[in-house]
């Protein structure tokens, strides 16, 4: 059983516009999400986190809200740049212990000049 | 900082051979993370560590073996290889204690390994 689902396997956007990417999950235990990005050919790079205390998260152009009730989380990016063209994981963790983040398929995420 | 490094790159064994994919990190960091990522999945998660010395269970283990005899280093072995471990394998570290960012990983750049 998937305990974070990305139902979205490839998003297209056009460069300015907004990119939002969804993340579900089913653990309830889960109370630190964080969304990673990946380029081809290189290991993920953090990008921004939340903890379950918080609903919104900001930095820069990028912003996660968490939807606890619903178990859902979303990555949004405004405006949408080329260089965002990734991959985009979502993970969730029980406490800060992050050894045990589950990961899910990652978003394709495609940047339209 | 070189931040984390794995050893190789890329990598062909035939069935049954064995071999160690080395990660380093030079942050001092305490966690310790073997994953390996398949076509159109996520992240698994095989073995990690919480320091040294010490090694734990992921979500997908077997048919691996690890060890953390050094804080920086964190070896994982393929004792007999078969097809199924075919796959982009990446090393992580955090810093596992503390406050702010404690939880964040730090990726290396993935191996390539093929089993034939």
């Known amino acids: 059983d998937q305990q974070v689902k990305q139902n979205s396997p490839s998003l297209s956007v056009q460069e300015g516009r907004i990119s939002i990417l969804n993340c579900d999950y089913t653990n309830s235990m889960f109370d630190y999400f964080l969304w990673y990005k990946k380029y081809p050919a290189e290991g993920p790079t953090f990008l921004i986190s939340?903890?379950?205390?918080?609903d919104k998260n900001e930095d820069g152009r990028f912003t996660v809200f968490l939807n606890k009730s619903a178990k859902h989380l979303s990555l949004h990016i405004v405006p949408s740049q080329p260089g965002d063209s990734a991959v985009y994981f979502c993970a969730a963790s029980v406490g800060t212990n992050a050894g045990k983040s589950t990961f899910g398929d990652g978003t394709t995420l495609t940047v339209k000049p | 900082n070189a931040g984390v490094t794995q050893t190789p790159k890329f990598r062909v064994l035939k069935t049954g051979q064995s071999m160690t994919l080395l990660c380093a990190q030079d942050m001092n960091h305490e966690y310790m993370y073997w994953y390996r990522q398949d076509p159109g999945m996520g992240l698994r998660l095989i073995h990690y560590?919480?320091?040294?010395?010490?090694?734990a269970k992921g979500e997908v283990p077997d048919g691996y073996n690890v060890s953390r005899l050094k804080k920086q280093n964190f070896l994982l072995g393929l004792e007999s290889a078969a097809p199924s471990q075919t796959s982009v394998y990446f090393c992580?570290?955090?810093?596992?204690?503390?406050?702010?960012?404690?939880?964040?990983?730090?990726f290396g750049p993935g191996t390539r390994l093929t089993v034939l």
């Open positions: 560590s919480v320091g040294e010395g010490t090694t």
């Open positions: 939340i903890s379950s205390i918080k």
């Open positions: 992580a570290s955090s810093l596992g204690v503390g406050g702010v960012g404690a939880d964040t990983q730090y």
